[in-house]
T-cell receptor, first 113, second 113 residues
Framework: EADIYQTPRYLVIGTGKKITLECSQTMGHDKMYWYQQDPGMELHLIHYSYGVNSTEKGDLSSESTVSRIRTEHFPLTLESARPSHTSQYLC????????????FGPGTRLTVL | AQSVTQLDSHVSVSEGTPVLLRCNYSSSYSPSLFWYVQHPNKGLQLLLKYTSAATLVKGINGFEAEFKKSETSFHLTKPSAHMSDAAEYFCVVRYYNNNDMRFGAGTRLTVKP
C-alpha cells in the first residue's frame, strides 16, 4: 500500500545531540517537503526537494539540513539540537503536477531538554 | 503578501448541528485550495481540494466547501456534526509556483454531546 512514513514518532533528547528524522514514501513522488508546526500554530515550510540531489530552503529559516539521495527518502538532520528546536516536524510528498495534492506523514514530535 | 486567514481559532458545536469553518485567502492568481484535518497525535489528512473545476467541492466524511472568487473565500461546511469530527482543521492555499503552500493557523472544532 502506497504511503508516507516518519520515524521516530516521538523523540526526547538532550541538548547538543545530533538527530536525524526519517521520512520515506512509497508513492513514487518526485517532490518532498518538511514542515515545522508548533502547538496550536500553522505549518511552516522549512525544506523541500523536487527530486534526487535537489534540496531547497523553505519560508521559515531552520538550522536543520536535508538530503535527497534516493527518490523515496528525505531525512532531516539537526547537528546539535537545542530546546528551541522542540516542535512537531511533518513530512509530505506530492506527485509534481501543479495542482497535485501533498500527502502527509504522521509527524515526529521532538522535545529537546 | 499572499496569505490565508482562518477566521475562527475555535468553533464549538453540538452533535447533529451544522458546522461552518471559515477561510479567506488573498491571491493575485486563481489558487488551488485545500482543507486538511488533523486528529490528535495524527498526521494531516486531506478532506477536499478545489482546483478550478466545480466551485462546490465535496470531500470525505460529509464535508464540502464552496469556492467564492468574489469573496476570496473557501468555507468548509458539514450539515450534521459527529463526535468523531472533533479535530484541528487547516485551510491551505497553493499558489502558481507549486511549492508555495500557505497554511492557515488552524481552527479547532469541538463537538459537544
Amino acid at each position: 500500500e502506497a504511503d508516507i512514513y516518519q520515524t521516530p514518532r516521538y523523540l526526547v533528547i538532550g541538548t547538543g545531540k545530533k538527530i536525524t528524522l526519517e521520512c520515506s514514501q512509497t508513492m513514487g513522488h518526485d517532490k518532498m517537503y518538511w514542515y515545522q508546526q508548533d502547538p496550536g500554530m500553522e505549518l511552516h515550510l522549512i525544506h523541500y526537494s523536487y527530486g534526487v540531489n535537489s534540496t531547497e530552503k523553505g519560508d521559515l529559516s531552520s538550522e536543520s539540513t536535508v538530503s535527497r539521495i534516493r527518490t523515496e527518502h528525505f531525512p532531516l538532520t539537526l547537528e546539535s539540537a537545542r530546546p528551541s528546536h522542540t516542535s512537531q516536524y511533518l513530512c509530505a510528498s506530492s506527485g509534481g503536477r501543479r495542482t497535485d495534492t501533498q500527502y502527509f506523514g504522521p509527524g515526529t514530535r521532538l522535545t529537546v531538554l | 503578501a499572499q496569505s490565508v486567514t482562518q477566521l475562527d481559532s475555535h468553533v464549538s458545536v453540538s452533535e447533529g448541528t451544522p458546522v461552518l469553518l471559515r477561510c479567506n485567502y488573498s491571491s493575485s492568481y486563481s489558487p488551488s485550495l485545500f482543507w486538511y484535518v488533523q486528529h490528535p497525535n495524527k498526521g494531516l489528512q486531506l478532506l477536499l481540494k478545489y482546483t478550478s473545476a466545480a466551485t462546490l467541492v465535496k470531500g470525505i466524511n460529509g464535508f464540502e466547501a464552496e469556492f467564492k472568487k468574489s469573496e476570496t473565500s473557501f468555507h468548509l461546511t458539514k450539515p450534521s456534526a459527529h463526535m468523531s469530527d472533533a479535530a484541528e482543521y487547516f485551510c491551505v492555499v497553493r499558489y502558481y509556483n507549486n511549492n508555495d503552500m500557505r497554511f492557515g493557523a488552524g481552527t479547532r472544532l469541538t463537538v459537544k454531546p
